[in-house]
């Protein structure tokens, strides 16, 4: 399957994007989170993607991070959740702001993306519990929004939800969000 694509970027239509890759052009569907950090058109770009065979359709879709992707995959998985549908999620959404709301439970932040309706919105706040989100268990409310900080930024820079709060857990409880950060890069990149 294609998993990455590395080209020029020849056109533009939200939520499509063609992508010239060594002469053959490929239509890559991105999610608005990603459509909005692509470079100008004649740019070079990388875009991870996941490629869906149909039986009427071979469909790419595309994405700036590898989060991105992850995220993508976790939602396709969920009964009732095509690529379309995951594709609306994660333009509405971003990762750290879908891990937030499957963390706090929260149904109606997920029905504000259009076309996630309550009960597809309560499936899958059920189907990803403890998959996306963070098990962050601190004591008081300034160190937990400092984590929560730490931890976006984490995942921001590319690392996954399961290394940003192991090294979570080995961060002093009352440290500063800079100061935090700067420990936990230290932390993951040995």
């Known amino acids: 399957m294609i998993g990455r694509l590395s080209g020029v970027l020849l056109e533009k239509n939200p939520p499509q ?59 396709i998985k969920i009964s009732g959740v095509g690529p379309r549908m995951a594709l609306a999620i994660l333009s509405g ?16 932040r997920l029905t504000k993306v259009p076309g996630i309706g309550k009960k597809t919105a309560e499936r899958l706040l059920l189907e990803l519990k403890g998959k996306m ?15 929560a900080d730490i931890l976006q930024a984490l995942i921001a820079l590319g690392y996954s939800d399961k290394e940003a709060t192991q090294v979570l857990k080995s961060l002093p409880a009352d440290v500063g969000v800079s100061d935090g950060i700067k420990l936990a890069l230290k932390t993951l990149s040995r």
């Open 93 to 108: 959404l971003s990762v750290a702001e879908l891990t937030q709301a499957i963390g706090q439970q929260d149904v109606n």
């Open 17 to 75: 994007v063609l992508l010239d890759v060594q002469g053959v052009a490929y239509e890559v569907d991105v999610p608005m989170s990603t459509f909005y950090n692509l470079p100008g058109l004649g740019e070079r770009v990388v875009l991870l993607t996941h490629m869906v065979v149909r039986e009427d359709a071979h469909l790419l879709f595309g994405f700036l991070s590898a989060e991105e992707r992850r995220t993508f995959r976790q939602l």
């Open 133 to 147: 989100a963070p098990d962050l268990s601190l004591p008081s409310s300034a160190a937990h929004d400092n984590q």
